[in-house]
Every structure is written in C-alpha cells, then in structure tokens.
C-alpha cells in the first residue's frame, strides 16, 4: 500500500504521415489503406526526413513500413479528403511555399493603429507605454516578478495575497480628498482596478476613460510609495478589513478549490507549491496572534525585501496621439519601487522550483466526490490527468511549458482520422456540445523548475463508467507517437511546423484585439519589453527562427514531455464524481464499484475537506494491455500525427493589389443569375469576422444557388429540407473539424432565393475546402439513400429545436413542420435534398478578402463541375423566366460559420496563444 498523504485522514476518524500521402492517395479508394502510393512520394517523405537531426532518420524501409501501418484510419482520412474534381496540381505542389524568409507577417498586425516605446525610469522601472488609435478606454498594468504565493514565509500562508491587498487599499485623503481610494475614484469615473498574485509574480491594473488617465496613474503610482505601503500595513482598521476580504475569496467548496487542494497534497510538502497560499482569517490572524507575530511588521518587510523597481515593468496603453505624454505622467513611478541595491536586501530572489509528484507503491488515482447540483440530471463528470516538469526558466530563453501545452493540444487533442478525440466521440463517451472543448491541455501551475501539464476530459456518463479503458486509451495514443524501440517521441518538422501556423494564425495574424496592458505586462515578464515592443510574433517558435531550430528544439522538449507523460507512476488522476454515477457503479455497471460517499473507505484531504477514494485505473501492466480498446475493438486505431493538408506549414503574405483594381468585366447580380458568373469585385462587400486592419492572408468565397422552391414550400418539403441541411452539417464534420485548425469554416442557409453556401478560410487552402465540401453536397443525397432508415436523434432534435424557435412560423404550419420531422426517414430527406438540387438552374458567386479574381473564376469552375450530375439544367424558357433577383444584403447576410467549434476558443490550445480566449488569467 502507498502510505497516505499527510492531507487525508480517514472519514471514520473525521497524437506523420506527410501531405502527399493524403492528397495523392487513391481518391476512388473506399477500402482501408492500400499501397497506391508511389515510390516517389515515398522517398520524397525519406528526404524530408533524412534532413531532421539526431534519432529522427528514417530509412526508406522504414518509411515504407510506417505509411502501410496507418490502416483504416487513413483509410477515413482519404475518404473524408480524397482528390477533387480538377484541382489545380501547381496548388498541390504550392500552397505551402510562402515568399522566401516571410511567413505571412511582414506587415505587423495593428501596426498602423499602435506606436510603442520602451523606458527605463531612474529606480531601474522597465515602461512600456503604447498609443492605440482604436482603445475604447486607457488601461495600465504594473507586474512584479519574484514576489508571489511562493514567496509566502512557512508561518504566514497567504502574505502575498493579503500584500496585494494592502496596496490597493491605499487612501490618500490629504492629496486627493475624499475619494482618496483609488478604487471608489475610478468607480467614479467609469474605472475599475483589480489585482492577481500568481505563484511567481503580482499584477496591479485598472482601466479608466481616456480623459482621466494622467489623474488615475499619479492615483495609481502612490500605491506603491514605500511610505504610503508602510502606513497602510499599520492601520489596523484596513488590516483586519483586508484580511476578512482574501478569506471570503476562498471556496474551498468549489470543484476547482478542491481539485487544487488535492493535487498539492501529493507534492513533497516542502515544496512551497504544496502549501496553502491563498490565506485565511486562520493564517494571517488567528495563528499569527497566537504565536506572536507582527502580521503589520511582516507585511512592510514583505514589499521592501520582494517589490524591486529592477523586478517590475509597467505598461500603459491608451489613444494619447502623443507618447511623450503618457511618458511624462509615469515620470511619479521613479519614486515609487526602490531598487534596493544599497540597503541591504538582496535581489538574489530564489526563481527556481524543482519538485516532481510523491511515489508510492500504487498509482495516484483518485475519486473526487462533488454532490449532484440537481436531482433529476446525471452530472457530467471530469477526469484530469496530471503531470510534473521541471523546466528551468532561468539563464538563456527556453521554451515555456506553455508553448508545450499548445504543441500536446494539438497531438493529444486534435481532431480526425486516429485522434483520441474522434476514438471517445464515437464511443459516447466525451461531451460532444458546442459550447464545451471536451479535451484539453492547460499549464495551471508554471514556474521556473515546477510545472503541471493537466489534460483535463469532459466525460459523459458513459465515459465515467469506462474511465479506466479512457486512461488506458490516453496511454495509447501518448505510445503511438513513440519511436518502437526507443524512449524518443518524434513529430515530423513539417507537422510541427503546421501547429506553428495554426498558433501565429490565431495568436497573432487574426485576433479581432491586440493584447491589453495586462497581457503585454505579462509578455514582457515572459519574453522581455523590447521583444514585445517590436510588434513581431513571439508567443512560440516559428519556421524562420534560426532557419527552423526553434521548432526542432520544440521537438525535442516535447519528446522529453511525452516520455515523462507515457510513465503511468508520474500522473496524478483525478475523476469527479457525482451521487448517481457513483450509485451506477454499485450497480455493476461499467469499471469497479465505487463505495458509497459515507463509507470509511473514503478519506478527506485536509485543507479543503473534499472527500476522495483511491481506485486503482491501472493496477497491472496485464490490464494496460488488455484495456488498450486499439488492440481488441474494431480496426480503429489511435495513431500517431498525421500531416493535416488544410493546416499550412507557412503562410504566404497577402497579395499586394486592392481587389477594386482588378478588371471591372465581371457582371452585376442581374447579369450574373442567368448564369454560373462571378459578381463585379467591388460590388459586394461581405463583413469577414473581425481581424486587424492590416491586409491578411483570410478570404470567403460565397456561391448562391438559386431556386424558386424554398420560397414556396410546403411544410413538409421544408421539414425535410431543414433535415436535409442537419444531416449534410453532420455528414461533415470530420473534414470542417480538420479545416478548423486552419481558419477555415463553412455555413449553408436556405433563403428565399435558394441556398446560400459560404466559406471562410485562407487564400492557400480555401480552394481545396470549397472543392471536398462540395464533393460531400453532390454524394449526399446517395448517402442518405444508403443510409438506415432513421435518421440521428440528435438531428431531429436539433431541427425540432430551431422549429419551435422560429417566430415567423404560424402555429399550423409549425404544428405539420414539427410532425413531419418526427416520423421523417432519411429517404424522405434525400429526395428533397435530390429535388431540391434539380431546382437549381443558376448560381450567382462572389469573393472576398485575398482571393483574386481569376481564382474565385476558377473555383467556381470547379464547384460547377462537381455539381453538374446534381443539378438542373437551364433552359432559354427558364432564364427568360428568371425574376427573383437576390438583393447585395441577402448575399453578404453575416453567416453562422460551422462547425460551431470553429471558434478559435473552441480549438484544441488556442486559448492559450489567443488573447480573447483567456491567455493569461486574471
């Protein structure tokens, strides 16, 4: 048995195959993977890698014997992108060569609305100050490094928490009167300010209206002026306030609170990651009090010995057309943080923090009970595998256990052919909503020394009861990206060069906002002010950093990673676990029982009290094997990485010429309906989601088909064409959940004019979207045919949904489009889709953003082309009847892109390079 942690005491007592492979695969092939790949696109594969370094060369055999190995789930990845119809091959070969030393950033996202300019104040204060035309409000931000809830002395948990405190409660009546308090003050005047203490650092901010800034940051700046700290920490009437305020921050009740509690108890307690850090009215009044010590006296010798001017950067962002005025109002800052160089305190602050997770004699799996919220729902359970490194930040830049989270977001938590994502959807045993990512990977603790990679599962109750078969399936796919025979673990530099793109593309090319002062002030922290003030991409590395050694460094710390991740006596697991799962377990339902929640078998961690049972997820190296489900269920198989083609390995800069000087030859709407035409450039102007101003590499190509039969269906043609719609949108899925990583998205809406079919993407791969996509349109109807009779569940509802939100709807027309989508068969859906199709005569397509003329005229070539058996013929008699022209604003109507987790929060670890998806906690 693994003796207990010191926390618990018993109740009783109280995831490459490179991009020829699936572009030249067999398109006709519906069968699993055959060798129908040449010779040549093998050795080519043998090329590229015979160039990557160290234990990365691979033999032409062994090339050959890896792309036969892939099995079905390549066989899917060609079904799902096969060849399309007339493709231009130049694009094959070209689409990811961008101009030699560019990558798509030559012009520096929102340059032309942002001037900065660092400083360094007399007391060593590093400044960064920054004009934004576009700032709805002026916002500043000053971060302190070394200083944190690692800082905390053993007898005083929570010092650092209850210090930030202290400095925003600062109320300097005499200078400013009565609303001395900076907080009330900006409350005034449509401010606000807040404050966070992380592990290693402190950050102050507020945001105020423009006109105000020079007043809020002379308010601002006084916070930290060691007298006026001292004065504070002595007023016992704030104290106490304060102290009350940091212990009604604590939830020790929260499923997040407890979580934490329990991962720290399985860290060597001398660790200052194990000890608790947020502070109570226990530990910074009642024991202090009891022991005698000077709570005020700790607090001043607190911020003189951690708050160094040298250690500190201040940013403020705001539209002052002048930067030298925003200089001159942070001129009160050099008086306030001392450098402390000459009164003798040291700045040799400890900033390293090796420690590793406890071993025992079992694994570290846990149950973790969370009470039901409601009686009448199963909760969706969570199961968070955890994992320590030991990074080391000091000295040369390394690479940040951040940019790693990203890189195993996109291994571990990719979509597709071989995904562990695509092995639990199918099983029904992850959340398949839109709202939610059901598989991520974060970085909550990040150190020097002491990191927490935790790969965090929304289960359904299906995946709760084979949480077991989830770990091992976990286990298996961190395996197959190993090297056989060998503790390396290989992403090919042209997959991992593609998971560069997808980072800069959502990080930097296309964010709808800069970064806050916050998220420059931690930045600068990270990678340094000048770096940030240079406006150039810094958050990971890309294809240009030393002629690609960035990413084989990259490469070689998620090697190191993965093999820390692949040992099961390294993770720490933790399952949640609600009243009825843990009743269905006891049912004999799915893995081992749980006891009930009273029974002595559970035990209590003791800061938050939260209630764990240690179950054993792989208790034999037996049981890893036989619940591998790779290796005993079906032919699916968790694979290692596979070279997604709608993800670029480097983005191309945007075209230089301005659409509107294109030839002016194309026809207007009225022209263009009585045939497959492209609009005037110029004449539409379709809003694309919102990005920086500069020209970027993003683009939507929009083809309306045009009908008379959505304007005048029955009830029931339009049931079925609404299903038509849902079960296309599902048909896909694969192929858009691919393209999401890319920026790439689609959207069909029906309308009075027929169907309106829009795509989102980049110039380099939308072309090749636009094409599968519309392969998937012209097959569907087939599929449907050979489909079983009943259709998804979970498409009806979802159309039985939009039906009953629908308020134009009269309640009879409602009540027999409501009835025939229940009693619906998929070959009711598909002669609609069929009729339908036959309905349209002609086409009207525009484009927009960087796709040029001759490109849009060439794509639609294409579609047509594709399109031809599936739709109508137009006759002399038809186009002379032709009356329904749609308007500009029914073509450029902003559509709702699919899949709805295109969202770029919605993609695997772009949340943590996107600043809109909450990059840097607050």
Same mark, same amino acid.
């Given at each position: 048995?693994?003796?207990?942690?010191?926390?618990?005491?018993?109740?009783?007592?109280?995831?490459?195959?490179?991009?020829?492979?699936?572009?030249?695969?067999?398109?006709?092939?519906?069968?699993?993977?055959?060798?129908?790949?040449?010779?040549?696109?093998?050795?080519?594969?043998?090329?590229?890698?015979?160039?990557?370094?160290?234990?990365?060369?691979?033999?032409?055999?062994?090339?050959?014997?890896?792309?036969?190995?892939?099995?079905?789930?390549?066989?899917?990845?060609?079904?799902?992108?096969?060849?399309?119809?007339?493709?231009?091959?130049?694009?094959?070969?070209?689409?990811?060569?961008?101009?030699?030393?560019?990558?798509?950033?030559?012009?520096?996202?929102?340059?032309?609305?942002?001037?900065?300019?660092?400083?360094?104040?007399?007391?060593?204060?590093?400044?960064?100050?920054?004009?934004?035309?576009?700032?709805?409000?002026?916002?500043?931000?000053?971060?302190?490094?070394?200083?944190?809830?690692?800082?905390?002395?053993?007898?005083?948990?929570?010092?650092?928490?209850l210090?930030?405190?202290?400095?925003?409660?600062?109320?300097?009546?005499?200078?400013?009167?009565?609303?001395?308090?900076?907080?009330?003050?900006?409350a005034?005047?449509?401010?606000?300010?807040?404050?966070?203490?992380?592990?290693?650092?402190?950050?102050?901010?507020?945001?105020?209206?423009?006109?105000?800034?020079?007043?809020?940051?002379?308010?601002?700046?006084?916070?930290?002026?060691?007298?006026?700290?001292?004065?504070?920490?002595?007023?016992?009437?704030?104290?106490?306030?304060?102290?009350?305020?940091?212990?009604s921050?604590?939830?020790?009740?929260?499923?997040?609170?407890?979580?934490?509690?329990?991962?720290?108890?399985?860290?060597n307690?001398?660790?200052?990651?194990?000890k608790?850090?947020?502070?109570?009215?226990?530990?910074?009044?009642?024991?202090?009090?009891?022991?005698?010590?000077?709570v005020?006296?700790?607090?001043?010798e607190f911020?003189?010995?951690?708050?160094?001017?040298?250690?500190?950067?201040?940013?403020?962002?705001s539209?002052?057309?002048?930067?030298?005025?925003?200089?001159?109002?942070?001129?009160?800052?050099?008086?306030?943080?001392?450098?402390?160089?000459?009164?003798?305190?040291?700045?040799?602050?400890?900033?390293?923090?090796?420690?590793?997770?406890?071993?025992?004699?079992?694994?570290?799996?846990?149950?973790?009970?969370?009470?039901?919220?409601?009686?009448?729902?199963?909760?969706?359970?969570?199961?968070?595998?955890?994992?320590?490194?030991?990074?080391?930040?000091?000295?040369?830049?390394?690479?940040?256990?951040?940019?790693?989270?990203?890189?195993l977001?996109?291994?571990?938590?990719?979509?597709?052919p071989?995904?562990?994502?695509?092995?639990?959807?199918?099983?029904?045993?992850?959340?398949?909503?839109?709202?939610?990512?059901?598989?991520?990977?974060?970085?909550?603790?990040?150190?020097?020394?002491?990191?927490?990679?935790?790969?965090?599962?929304?289960?359904?109750?299906?995946?709760?009861?084979n949480?077991?078969?989830?770990?091992?399936?976990?286990?298996?796919?961190?395996?197959?990206?190993?090297?056989p025979?060998t503790?390396?673990?290989?992403?090919?530099?042209?997959i991992?060069?593609?998971?560069?793109?997808?980072a800069?593309?959502?990080?930097?090319?296309?964010?709808?906002?800069?970064?806050?002062?916050?998220?420059?002030?931690?930045?600068?922290m990270?990678?340094?002010?000048?770096?940030?003030?240079?406006?150039?991409?810094?958050?990971?590395?890309?294809?240009?950093?030393?002629?690609?050694l960035?990413?084989?460094?990259?490469?070689?710390?998620?090697?190191?990673?993965?093999?820390?991740?692949?040992?099961?006596?390294?993770?720490?697991?933790?399952?949640?676990?609600?009243?009825?799962?843990?009743?269905?377990?006891?049912?004999?339902?799915?893995?081992?029982?749980?006891?009930?929640?009273?029974?002595?078998?559970?035990?209590?961690?003791?800061?938050?009290?939260?209630?764990?049972?240690f179950?054993e997820?792989?208790?034999?190296?037996?049981?890893?094997?036989?619940?591998?489900?790779?290796?005993?269920?079906?032919?699916?198989?968790?694979?290692?990485?596979?070279?997604?083609?709608?993800?670029?390995?480097?983005?191309?800069?945007?075209?230089?010429?301005?659409?509107?000087?294109?030839?002016?030859?194309?026809?207007?709407?009225?022209?263009?309906?009585?045939?497959?035409?492209?609009?005037?450039?110029g @004449?539409?102007?379709? =809003?694309?989601?919102? #990005?920086p101003?500069? *020209?970027? %590499?993003?683009?939507?190509?929009? +083809?309306? /088909?045009?009908?008379?039969?959505?304007?005048?269906?029955?009830?029931?043609?339009?049931?079925?064409?609404?299903?038509?719609?849902?079960?296309?949108?599902?048909?896909?899925?694969d192929?858009?959940?691919?393209?999401?990583?890319?920026?790439?998205?689609?959207?069909?809406?029906?309308?009075?004019?027929?169907?309106r079919?829009?795509?989102?993407?980049?110039?380099?791969?939308?072309?090749?979207?636009?094409?599968?996509?519309?392969?998937?349109?012209?097959?569907?109807?087939?599929n449907?045919?050979?489909?079983?009779?009943?259709?998804?569940?979970?498409?009806?509802?979802?159309?039985?949904?939009?039906?009953?939100?629908?308020?134009?709807?009269?309640?009879?027309?409602?009540?027999?489009i409501v009835?025939?989508?229940?009693?619906?068969?998929?070959?009711?859906?598909? @002669?609609?889709?069929? =009729?339908?199709l036959? #309905?349209?005569?002609? *086409?009207? %397509?525009?484009?927009?953003?960087? +796709?040029? /003329?001759?490109?849009?005229?060439?794509?639609?070539?294409?579609?047509?082309?594709?399109?031809?058996?599936?739709?109508?013929?137009?006759?002399?008699?038809d186009?002379?009847?032709?009356?329904?022209?749609?308007?500009?604003?029914?073509?450029?109507?902003?559509?709702?892109?699919?899949?709805?987790?295109?969202?770029p929060?919605?993609?695997?670890?772009?949340?943590?390079?996107?600043?809109?998806?909450?990059?840097?906690?607050?």
């Open positions: 048995m693994m003796m207990m942690p010191t926390r618990f005491h018993d109740l009783s007592k109280h995831n490459r195959c490179c991009r020829s492979t699936i572009i030249n695969s067999c398109s006709n092939s519906k069968k699993a993977f055959s060798p129908c790949l040449s010779t040549k696109i093998v050795e080519s594969d043998v090329a590229l890698y015979s160039k990557q370094d160290g234990h990365d060369d691979y033999t032409l055999d062994r090339t050959r014997r890896e792309l036969l190995s892939l099995g079905p789930a390549l066989g899917i990845a060609m079904s799902i992108l096969e060849q399309p119809l007339e493709a231009n091959a130049a694009e094959v070969i070209n689409r990811n060569a961008g101009t030699a030393g560019e990558d798509g950033s030559n012009v520096i996202p929102f340059s032309s609305v942002r001037k900065m300019k660092t400083n360094t104040l007399s007391n060593g204060l590093r400044v960064l100050v920054i004009n934004d035309k576009c700032a709805s409000q002026s916002t500043a931000a000053l971060i302190v490094d070394g200083v944190g809830q690692f800082t905390d002395p053993d007898e005083l948990p929570g010092l650092a928490h210090m930030e405190h202290m400095i925003l409660s600062y109320n300097n009546d005499s200078k400013f009167g009565k609303r001395g308090d900076l907080e009330d003050w900006l005034d005047n449509g401010g606000t300010s807040n404050a966070f203490t992380a592990y290693q650092q402190t950050c102050f901010h507020f945001n105020c209206p423009h006109d105000t800034l020079s007043r809020a940051l002379e308010r601002f700046s006084s916070l930290f002026v060691e007298t006026n700290v001292i004065r504070v920490c002595n007023n016992a009437e704030i104290l106490a306030r304060e102290i009350r305020r940091v212990d921050e604590l939830d020790l009740d929260s499923v997040y609170a407890q979580e934490e509690y329990v991962t720290k108890s399985f860290v307690p001398e660790h200052p990651y194990s608790f850090s947020r502070g109570n009215l226990a530990s910074l009044e009642t024991n202090p009090h009891q022991k005698g010590i000077d005020p006296k700790r607090l001043v911020f003189q010995k951690h708050y160094v001017a040298s250690k500190s950067i201040l940013v403020v962002v539209n002052q057309q002048e930067l030298s005025s925003i200089e001159r109002w942070v001129a009160p800052f050099s008086v306030t943080l001392k450098s402390r160089q000459n009164q003798g305190f040291s700045n040799a602050i400890p900033n390293y923090f090796p420690g590793q997770f406890l071993r025992g004699k079992r694994h570290k799996h846990l149950i973790l009970y969370q009470k039901d919220e409601s009686t009448s729902t199963v909760r969706n359970e969570k199961l968070i595998m955890q994992w320590v490194l030991n990074e080391d930040y000091r000295g040369v830049k390394k690479y940040n256990a951040v940019e790693l989270a990203f890189v977001n996109q291994v571990l938590g990719r979509r597709g071989g995904s562990l994502y695509l092995f639990l959807r199918k099983r029904g045993w992850i959340q398949n909503k839109s709202s939610t990512v059901p598989l991520q990977i974060k970085v909550p603790t990040n150190a020097s020394g002491f990191q927490i990679l935790r790969l965090e599962l929304s289960l359904t109750i299906e995946g709760f009861l949480r077991s078969r989830i770990v091992a399936a976990v286990y298996d796919s961190i395996e197959s990206i190993r090297n025979g503790n390396f673990f290989v992403i090919p530099r042209e991992m060069a593609s998971y560069a793109t997808t800069k593309l959502f990080g930097y090319i296309l964010p709808p906002r800069p970064p806050d002062a916050i998220e420059l002030a931690v930045d600068s990270r990678y340094g002010v000048d770096t940030v003030q240079s406006g150039r991409w810094y958050r990971f590395p890309s294809t240009e950093d030393f002629g690609g960035g990413l084989n460094r990259m490469r070689t710390t998620l090697s190191s990673a993965l093999s820390i991740m692949s040992d099961p006596e390294e993770a720490l697991i933790i399952i949640t676990a609600g009243d009825k799962a843990i009743t269905m377990t006891q049912s004999g339902i799915g893995n081992d029982p749980i006891p009930p929640v009273l029974s002595s078998k559970w035990n209590r961690e003791n800061i938050s009290g939260a209630r764990v049972y179950q997820m792989l208790p034999l190296k037996s049981r890893v094997e036989q619940t591998l489900l790779t290796k005993i269920i079906s032919k699916e198989e968790l694979l290692r990485p596979i070279y997604n083609p709608f993800v670029l390995t480097s983005l191309r800069p945007p075209r230089a010429s301005d659409r509107t000087e294109e030839p002016l030859d194309a026809p207007g709407v009225s022209d263009a309906v009585r045939k497959w035409d492209v609009l005037k450039p @004449l539409i102007r379709m =809003a694309l989601p919102r #990005s101003p500069e *020209a970027n %590499c993003r683009c939507a190509f929009v +083809l309306q /088909l045009l009908s008379s039969r959505p304007a005048r269906a029955s009830a029931e043609q339009a049931a079925h064409a609404e299903l038509w719609r849902l079960t296309f949108d599902e048909t896909a899925k192929l858009a959940e691919l393209g999401a990583p890319g920026g790439l998205a689609y959207e069909l809406k029906f309308n009075k004019y027929g169907l079919i829009s795509f989102l993407g980049l110039s380099q791969t939308i072309p090749s979207y636009v094409r599968r996509l519309t392969q998937i349109l012209a097959k569907h109807q087939q449907l045919l050979k489909s079983q009779k009943t259709l998804s569940q979970s498409i009806v509802s979802s159309a039985l949904a939009d039906a009953n939100r629908a308020r134009s709807l009269s309640p009879a027309r409602k009540y027999i009835n025939t989508l229940q009693k619906s068969t998929s070959y009711d859906v598909a @002669l609609e889709g069929i =009729a339908f036959q #309905s349209c005569t002609s *086409a009207v %397509c525009f484009s927009e953003g960087d +796709l040029t /003329l001759n490109e849009t005229e060439s794509l639609l070539k294409n579609v047509q082309t594709i399109l031809k058996d599936s739709i109508g013929a137009i006759s002399i008699k186009e002379q009847n032709i009356s329904t022209i749609p308007s500009v604003e029914d073509l450029i109507e902003t559509p709702n892109w699919k899949p709805r987790n295109a969202s929060c919605c993609i695997p670890g772009v949340s943590l390079m996107s600043d809109v998806c909450g990059r840097i906690p607050r």
